[in-house]
């Protein structure tokens, strides 16, 4: 996480390339957890074809071209695309779009107020890394043996604790206690974000998306707790609850 930290607090260019790559490995990865038995060059042709219209996505959005009727038809060629791959696997079809999703609102996000999703970005870690530390310290009952057998009641709740004291160091808003709020629920959009994808892996019988991070699994191993929270964040700033 900290080149992303890094590039979005000096409010870098670079972060649109950053998220063209992102992209195109969280697909990347997403489609090889499932159990589509595709040819290889099939399955190349498919996530090339993916890759390019979810980037031509981002690229509208980025670009001064910013015109709806290409999103929503690129978009839709995106869905129709997922739709053809996925038939009857619908995490697979709701991961694909909704990574797409998160990636275009990051995109919207870091263009309105890039401290915005600095901020979001520091306090969701907190949560991931207290979560961790403490779940391994105290371990105690687990929170979902059956879906992510590493989880406890501890970590959680850790969690929740390491986000909420973040958020008032950190804080998403004029109001002390709004921004504790906010805190909360960005630990528990993240968690929720987690399970989801360990939900995804486990039907897949997959215990980490890839092996790109030694040690620590894939790409969306550690960018799943922002999946819920980025549409989060943007519905507070949609509706003027920060800015």
Same mark, same amino acid.
């Not at 009952?141 to 958020?167: D, E, F, M, Q």
């Not at 030694?214 to 964040?233: K, Y």
């Given at each position: 996480?900290? @080149?992303? =930290?890094? $590039?979005?607090?000096? #409010? ?24 589509? %038995? ?21 690229? *509208?959005?980025?670009?001064?071209? #910013? ?8 978009? %839709? ?13 619908? &995490? ?11 990636? +275009?609102?990051?995109?919207?996000? /870091?263009?309105?107020?890039? #401290?915005?999703?600095?901020?979001? *970005?520091?306090?969701?870690? +907190? ?19 059956? $879906?992510? @057998? #590493? ?17 008032? &160091? %950190? @804080? ?8 504790? &709020?906010?805190?909360? &629920? =960005? ?35 550690? /960018? ?6 980025? $549409? /989060? +964040? ?6 003027? %609850?920060?800015?």
């Amino acid at each position: 996480m900290l @080149p992303i =930290i890094f $590039i979005v607090w000096y #409010n870098l260019s670079i972060y649109y390339f950053f998220i063209y790559l992102l992209l195109c490995g969280l697909i990347n990865e997403t489609i090889n957890l499932s159990k589509i %038995f595709l040819s290889s060059i099939k399955s190349l042709i498919i996530k090339s074809l993916m890759m390019i219209i979810a980037c031509s996505v981002l690229l *509208i959005k980025v670009t001064i071209i #910013n015109s709806e009727h290409l999103l929503y038809m690129s978009w %839709f060629l995106f869905i129709l695309l997922t739709l053809y791959i996925c038939k009857k696997n619908f &995490f697979l079809f709701l991961l694909l779009n909704l990574i797409l999703l998160t990636c +275009i609102i990051s995109v919207y996000i /870091f263009q309105t107020n890039n #401290n915005i999703l600095f901020y979001l *970005i520091i306090i969701n870690s +907190i949560s991931d890394v207290s979560a961790y530390l403490v779940g391994s310290l105290i371990k105690g009952p687990r929170l979902t043996p059956r $879906i992510s @057998p #590493n989880k406890t009641y501890s970590g959680s709740i850790s969690a929740i604790i390491g986000s909420v004291t973040c958020s008032m &160091f %950190f @804080p998403l808003s004029g109001n002390l206690y709004f921004s504790m &709020f906010i805190g909360l &629920f =960005i630990s528990i959009f993240g968690q929720f974000g987690d399970l989801l994808v360990s939900i995804y892996k486990r039907k897949q019988g997959f215990k980490d998306s890839g092996y790109i991070i030694p040690g620590h699994g894939g790409l969306l191993d550690r /960018f799943d707790s922002l999946l819920l929270n980025v $549409i /989060f +964040i943007f519905l507070l700033i949609y509706f003027n %609850f920060i800015s």
